[in-house]
């Protein structure tokens, strides 16, 4: 007689649980999210959610809390308030459920100075345990796309900024994860690869990824993303789409330009440019 083989139940490791219980339409949860660097509040009661297959635009004046934000997210700073859930995981109970589902851009391509692109790309996939096939497939895809076939084998020390930037870009479109989030993506690539970045963004999104994006470019935001929230002194001012932050800014037909000097009140700008004209 053969041994009865199911139910089977299986063991989880520490940190983790079963995917079905994170089974919604929602990528990201944050509540009441706040981070203080002594007694001075860089991210101060944030709430928001992103949804699956949305491209959702963080922006706000320089110091605003974006890249504090972001980190939390990325589990790179403790909050020292309010909650993080991805794709239904608490990332305080299972931070390696959430680091699985999330791929981080950040703002600086800090790399590792002494690996090969190469060897940087497969020392990310074996980070996520990418399938070797997988690998093989969409390294060629992204360092084709992104000219950076012939300098594969060399040292990153070589790479210019810009090609560094677009060597962690690929590292996390690699992965085909659910979510990723990102710190000002454009900044330091050419305007071809700036294009394909966007057209990468929007066809991931469109098959299901999540995307949290600061920027600084209001054009980006315009054209890529779904919603948009305005962070200001650490406090989350507006968002939703922009027919919503018309409304919330009381600018019915302005474009984001407008509703962003609007809403983060940079209401002496026009003084300002008058003074630096040159007078007649
Ligand atoms: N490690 C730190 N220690 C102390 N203060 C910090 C630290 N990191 C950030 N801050 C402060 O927190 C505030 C928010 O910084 P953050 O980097 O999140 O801004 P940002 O919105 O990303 O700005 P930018 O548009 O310039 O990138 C700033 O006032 C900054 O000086
Ligand atoms: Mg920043």
């Known amino acids: 007689m053969s041994k009865k083989k199911y139910p089977v139940k299986i063991k989880m490791k520490e ?16 509540e009441n999210l706040t981070k203080n660097f002594g007694n001075f509040k860089a991210v101060d009661d944030v709430s928001l959610t992103v949804n699956k297959g949305e491209i959702f635009g963080f922006l706000g ?17 403790k909050p020292d308030n309010g909650r993080i859930d991805i794709n239904g995981y ?5 931070p390696r459920n959430c680091k699985q589902e999330t791929g981080y851009i950040p703002d600086r391509p800090y790399l590792f100075e002494k690996l090969t692109g190469f060897e940087f790309l497969q020392f990310i996939a074996s980070l996520y345990n990418l399938a070797p096939e997988t690998f093989n497939k969409n390294t060629a895809h992204y360092l084709n796309l992104f000219d950076l076939e012939d300098w594969r084998h060399h040292l990153i020390e070589s790479y210019s900024h810009g090609m560094r930037q677009k060597l962690i870009i690929s590292s996390v479109f690699m992965l085909e994860l659910p979510f ?8 330091g690539l050419d305007p071809k690869s700036a294009r394909i970045v ?19 470019s209001l ?16 406090k989350l001012c507006a968002s939703g789409d922009l ?18 000097l609007e809403l983060t009140g940079a209401y002496e700008l ?3 440019i008058a003074a630096l004209r040159p007078t007649k």
């Open 198 to 216: 966007k057209e990468l963004f929007k066809s991931h999104a469109a098959k299901g990824t999540a995307v949290f994006m600061s920027t600084h």
């Open 219 to 234: 054009e980006i935001a315009e054209e890529l993303c779904d919603r948009i929230g305005i962070i200001l002194n650490g």
């Open 180 to 187: 990723i989030v990102v710190d000002e993506p454009m900044v």
């Open 61 to 77: 004046p320089n110091g605003a809390g974006k890249t504090t934000t972001i980190k939390m997210i990325a589990g790179l700073l």
């Open 243 to 260: 027919a919503h932050l018309q409304q919330e800014a009381k600018l019915e037909h302005s474009d984001l330009e407008e509703i962003f």
């Open 15 to 30: 940190n983790e649980k079963p995917l079905s219980e994170s089974d919604s339409g929602t990528m990201l949860v944050l």
């Open 90 to 94: 608490d990332l305080v109970k299972y």
């Open 270 to 272: 026009q003084e300002i």
